[in-house]
């Protein structure tokens, strides 16, 4: 590299390197067309069973009610999971990993029962996810 100051020429980093850049520019072409969906959808669905077993039951209504949805933008791909047990406007699956203020004045406090169920799927997705990646 060249730094260039008026006239005077200086000289400030050489980088010299043998090969091609043949590999990189293969294993970027095939992750720019991998299809990740059926990894996702696996461990969507695995996520739905970990969010219904770790779901507190009464009715087992709120357990029952879990989904996923998998949405696809410019340059990401997510998981969304989704608790359709909704009450006079209130996700029940809500009120219950955050708590609620009761008709009576009390305070039901929250159980964070969502992010212990899925902290083991989002481990092993994305050791599924980098393997499927370097194995490709």
């Known amino acids: 590299m060249w730094l260039y100051f ?7 980093i050489e980088i010299k ?3 091609s850049f ?5 294993f970027l072409k095939k992750m720019k067309n991998f299809d990740f969906d059926k990894i996702l959808n696996e461990y969507g669905r ?7 077993k770790a779901t507190p039951k009464r009715t087992g209504k709120t357990a029952n009610s ?12 997510s998981v969304i999971w989704s608790n359709s047990n909704v009450d006079n406007g209130v996700n029940i699956a809500v ?9 009576t004045g009390g305070y039901v406090e929250g159980i964070d029962y969502i992010n212990p169920a899925l902290r083991s ?15 490709s």
């Open 95 to 103: 009120i219950i990993q955050y708590g609620h203020g009761t008709r």
């Open 6 to 12: 008026g006239n005077e020429v200086f000289y400030l």
């Open 66 to 77: 879990w989904s996923y949805s998998i949405e696809k933008g410019r340059g990401k791909v």
């Open 121 to 135: 799927t989002f481990d092993r997705m994305s050791k599924e996810m980098w393997r499927a990646v370097t194995s």
């Open 46 to 52: 695995l996520g739905v069973e970990e969010l219904k």
């Open 22 to 26: 043949d590999n990189t520019t293969r």
């Open 17 to 19: 390197t043998t090969g």
